[in-house]
């Protein structure tokens, strides 16, 4: 019964009882003792009570409720008339008077559909909990799986929309393939055995690049059941990181600059040495420089440019003939055929960043190498030189996007290289050795219906990065 099928059972149960009542009352009547009118009145109270409920049900009750209610008080009376029919087989045929029977079933019978009425209001209440449950469940803006914890590695059983949009477990998946994390922290099994939420990192998936994730165990009726919350705090993390790194450039590199500028200018105004003006206008510049890259910075973080698809390799080769007009030395090998990604704009000055990092720390007269491929569902563009490279503390920054008041980036470069990365859902990764360092960018591939375009602004990759790169360069540089 639908639509209106909550009247209806609702009528079923209210004419029923009321039918019970009615025989209940004539019971009444004619009992001869204290005894029966009491056993009675006790019946006629019970019928009553369920011809309530359902009218109750008839007038205002949930369709569902009411069904669940009604199907309780059909079976109950079902259950009530076979216990009658037993007990009188059983009887001897002199153990219950025939004038007794009529009183006997109908007692049954109430019985029954009292009971039925709470068995199946409880049923009703139940199923209404449950799926509340389930409609929490499937609607959390957390990814959430429902875990079998009994064996020796959980096994997810069912996941809701953001899980499945997040991650790659599927029902019957084990956990921990799901929810993989990175090795240099707590492992999954300890992490949703803490008492309470544990913050982990997982690499890079099929799903988009590295999240920091607060993972929670949530218990349920059964032992070996129970509810695995991740909560993806990855754009928390990177605002809090975003705004130390800029409370560090405002104490730090804007504090230290401006001392400088003010040093130089009362030497200038004591000798008149060019010189002195000269230092004075490069670290005016470089503030210039800064105050820009906090603006791209701020347009990167908050989403505000928009995204086209960019042939990897061509951009690549561009940004090194900038970088070897400058006078520095490049071997730029690319692939002849297209290597599309998305790019936000900001990728160009990202491998310039990368770029000039390579004149200011790689040894005297370096050679930066240049290579792009293809590799599945992923570019890889990979920048390496020939000498000391990037210094441990700028690797801190590249490899795991974090700084601390002992190691920090030596400005905002490098950030803007590893957000630039994260926000296009890819990942940066340093290696170095005695003969150099190289540093890998890992992009997801654009899809095959997008065409590489023109990138969207070569302006800005030469604004961000080239008075940089004349200032990095040492003496005696020459192009490759």
Do not use: Q
Not at 269 to 280: H, I, K, M, N, Q
Not at 427 to 448: F, K, N
């Amino acid at each position: 019964m639908s639509g209106s099928g909550g009247g209806r059972w609702g009528a079923v149960v209210a004419v029923g009882a009321a039918s019970l009542a009615a025989a209940h009352i004539a019971f009444l009547f004619g009992a001869s003792s204290t005894r029966g009118r009491a056993a009675a009145l006790v019946s006629f109270a019970l019928a009553v009570a369920v011809c309530a409920f359902g009218v109750l049900l008839w007038r205002r009750g949930p369709p569902r409720r009411a069904a669940a209610v009604g199907r309780g008080v059909v079976a109950g009376v079902a259950v009530g008339a076979a216990v009658f029919v037993l007990a009188v087989r059983a009887a001897n045929p002199d153990g219950v008077p025939t004038a007794a029977l009529p009183r006997m079933a109908t007692d049954l019978l109430t019985l029954g559909a009292a009971a039925g009425a709470v068995i199946g209001r409880t049923r009703a209440r139940f199923v209404r909990e449950r799926g509340r449950a389930e409609a929490l469940f499937a609607n959390l803006p957390s990814p959430a799986a429902y875990v079998d914890n009994s064996g020796e590695t959980r096994r997810i059983l069912a996941t809701n929309a953001a899980f499945e949009s997040t991650f790659d477990g599927r029902p019957g998946d084990a956990l921990v393939d799901a929810i993989p994390v990175a090795d240099d922290g707590p492992t999954l099994a300890a992490a949703l055995g803490a008492d309470g939420p544990v913050e982990v990192r997982t690499p890079p998936t099929s799903n988009g690049g590295p999240r920091e994730v607060v993972v929670r165990s949530v218990r349920t009726g059964s032992a070996d059941r129970e509810y695995v919350i991740a909560t993806d705090v990855t754009d928390d993390r990177r605002r809090e990181r975003r705004l130390s790194v800029l409370n560090r450039v405002l104490r730090h590199d804007v504090r230290s600059g401006v001392n400088v500028i003010v040093g130089h200018a009362e030497a200038f105004a004591e000798s008149g040495d060019p010189d002195d003006f000269r230092a004075l206008r490069r670290r005016a510049d470089r503030l210039v420089s800064l105050s820009k890259r906090g603006r791209d910075l701020d347009r990167i973080l908050s989403g505000d440019v928009p995204e086209v698809s960019v042939d990897l390799a061509a951009l690549a080769a561009e940004r090194a003939d900038a970088f070897a007009a400058a006078g520095n030395r490049v071997d730029c090998r690319v692939p002849d055929t297209p290597v599309p990604v998305v790019d936000n704009g900001y990728l160009g000055a990202a491998i310039d960043e990368l770029l000039a990092n390579v004149a200011e720390h790689a040894a005297p007269d370096p050679t930066a190498r240049v290579r792009v491929r293809s590799d599945g569902d992923v570019a890889v563009l990979r920048i390496e030189d020939d000498g000391s490279g990037i210094p441990p503390s700028e690797r801190t920054v590249l490899e795991r996007g974090i700084e601390t008041d002992l190691e920090h980036a030596s400005g905002v470069g490098l950030w803007f290289v590893t957000w630039t990365v994260a926000e296009l859902g890819g990942d940066v990764s340093v290696e170095s050795d005695d003969s150099g360092t190289s540093v890998s960018v890992t992009l997801p591939a654009a899809t095959g219906s997008d065409r590489p375009s023109p990138p969207p602004d070569t302006a800005i990759s030469a604004a961000w990065t080239a008075d940089d790169v004349d200032r990095r360069r040492s003496p005696g540089r020459r192009s490759g």
